[in-house]
C-alpha cells in the first residue's frame, strides 16, 4: 500500500502539472471506486472544475478545486495510481484497470489505475465536511512530516499496551505511516517491533521524533517504495527499497552487524528487525 512518502511525491509530480487545468469530463468505469456521492453526482460536480492546489492529509490526496470548499479527494489503498497521460497515450491498453477518467482542457487525461479496486475518490463540497463524506477523516493523528519532540511522543504512547510497531500504524495516533516504514523507522530507531508502546522512555521517544520525519524525508527523496505496485505521477519507479535497512530482507545480513534479519507476523502483518540492533 502506498505510504506517507509515496502520496506526498505523486501529490508533488501532480502539483507542477494540474494547477490551472480545467477537468472538461469525467468518465467513471467502475462506479464502486466512487465513495461520495454517487457516481453520476460525482461526474457532475467535478465537471468545469479547475485545480487550485493540492495537499496532503495522513494517506488522502485534496485536490483543492477553484470553486471555495470544492474538493475532489483520493485514496489509493492497496493499489491504486494517479497518472497524467498526454493525448497521445494509448488509452485502450490501460483500460482493464482504469476506474476513473478525467478529460483535461490542456488535452491531457488524469486517470485513476486500480487492480486491486480498494480505493476511494469522493467530491466533496461545502455542503458536506470532509468529515461526514469520509468519517475516517476525522481521527486521524499527528502529521509525522510536522516537528515532533519526545515529550509529544511520550504523551501520544503513554499508557498504550499495544506494541510500538503497531501504534506506529494506528492512523489515529500518526497519520501516514505503514508497514514499511513503521519497520525502517523502529531499526534505525534501535527499538524491538515488540516493545509496548507505553514502555517507551524518554530516550526512545526522543530519538524516534527525530528518526520518523528522517526516515520518510529520505523515502520521498528516494522517490518512494516500488516494491510492487507504486510509481508517481509519470510512471517512474521508486528507489527506497533498494536502501531498506530491514524491511524485505529476510535472512540477508544487517547493514549494521551483520547478524541475519528477523521476520515474525505481527497484527497480520510481516515485521522485519535485527535482533541484535534492536533489542
Not at 492546489?53 to 493499489?79: A, C, P, Q, W
Not at 531499526?187 to 530519538?207: E, V
Amino acid at each position: 500500500m502506498p505510504e506517507l512518502p509515496e502520496v506526498e511525491i505523486v501529490r508533488r509530480s501532480l502539483l507542477k502539472e494540474l494547477v490551472g487545468k480545467k477537468i472538461l469530463s469525467v468518465e467513471v468505469f467502475r462506479e464502486l471506486s466512487i465513495g461520495y456521492p454517487t457516481p453520476e453526482r460525482f461526474r457532475k460536480e467535478l465537471k468545469g472544475q479547475t485545480f487550485r492546489d493540492i495537499s496532503r492529509r495522513g494517506k488522502y490526496l485534496l485536490f483543492h478545486l477553484k470553486e471555495r470548499n470544492k474538493f475532489l479527494i483520493v485514496h489509493l489503498r492497496m493499489s491504486g495510481r494517479l497518472l497524467l497521460v498526454d493525448k497521445k497515450h494509448d488509452f485502450d491498453k490501460r483500460s482493464k484497470f482504469v476506474r476513473v477518467n478525467f478529460m483535461l482542457n490542456s488535452g491531457e487525461q488524469l486517470i485513476f489505475e486500480d487492480m486491486r479496486v480498494f480505493g476511494r475518490l469522493w467530491a466533496v463540497s461545502s455542503k458536506i465536511t470532509l468529515a461526514e463524506a469520509i468519517p475516517s477523516f476525522a481521527s486521524l493523528g499527528i502529521e509525522p512530516l510536522n516537528e515532533l519532540n519526545g515529550k509529544q511522543l511520550q504523551t501520544l504512547f503513554h499508557k498504550k499496551r499495544q506494541s510500538i510497531k503497531t501504534a506506529l500504524l494506528d492512523q489515529r495516533l500518526l497519520t501516514g505511516i505503514g508497514n514499511i516504514y513503521a519497520d525502517e523507522i523502529l531499526f534505525q530507531a534501535g527499538i524491538h517491533p515488540l516493545t509496548p508502546a507505553g514502555k517507551i522512555n524518554k530516550k526512545q521517544a526522543k530519538n524516534l521524533a527525530k528518526v520518523i520525519p528522517n526516515t520518510l524525508n529520505k523515502a520521498i527523496k528516494l522517490g518512494g517504495s516500488s516494491i510492487k505496485d507504486f510509481v508517481d505521477a509519470k510512471g517512474v519507479n521508486g528507489n527506497y527499497q533498494h536502501s531498506a535497512f530491514v524491511y524485505g530482507r529476510t535472512g540477508r545480513k544487517c547493514r549494521l552487524c551483520k547478524s541475519p534479519i528477523e521476520r515474525i507476523k505481527l497484527a497480520g502483518r510481516s515485521t522485519h528487525f535485527c535482533l541484535i540492533c534492536q533489542k
